[in-house]
């Protein structure tokens, strides 16, 4: 199984990124969990957002609610995070994470290499 994530790059306060995942290996539409997770320099990993293998279930991070949507496509193998109004806070290398069995789950049994946001004031 394979993760890659691309679309990070940098972008000034208020602006929008969408990121992608490509995951190969397995038939994408049976992981029960997608999700995207974050770490920014100095700080732990943190969770961002799940969605479940329909689609129909989304989690968010207090932070990113309102401003972040997380969406699959199941036809294209593909997941996304659609980023909007984005803070200095947000500035982390985020990764893409799948599992077979439980949705929006704390152990992930798959991730990806990262892409790193940098938003600047």
């Known amino acids: 199984v394979q993760l890659q994530a691309s679309g990070g790059g940098l972008v000034q306060a208020g602006g929008s990124l969408r990121l992608s995942c490509v995951v190969s290996g397995r038939t994408f539409s049976s992981y029960a969990s997608l999700g995207w997770f974050r770490q920014a320099p100095g700080k732990a990993r943190e969770f961002v957002a799940a969605v479940s293998w329909s689609g129909s279930n989304t989690n968010y991070a207090d932070s990113v609610k309102g401003r972040f949507t997380i969406s699959r496509d199941n036809a294209k193998s593909t997941l996304y995070l659609q980023m909007n109004s984005l803070k200095p806070e947000d500035t982390a290398v985020y990764y893409c994470?799948?599992?077979?069995?439980?949705?929006?789950?704390?152990?992930?049994?798959?991730w990806g290499q990262g892409t790193l946001v940098t938003v600047s004031s």
């Open positions: 994470a799948a599992d077979r069995h439980t949705y929006n789950t704390d152990d992930y049994e798959y």
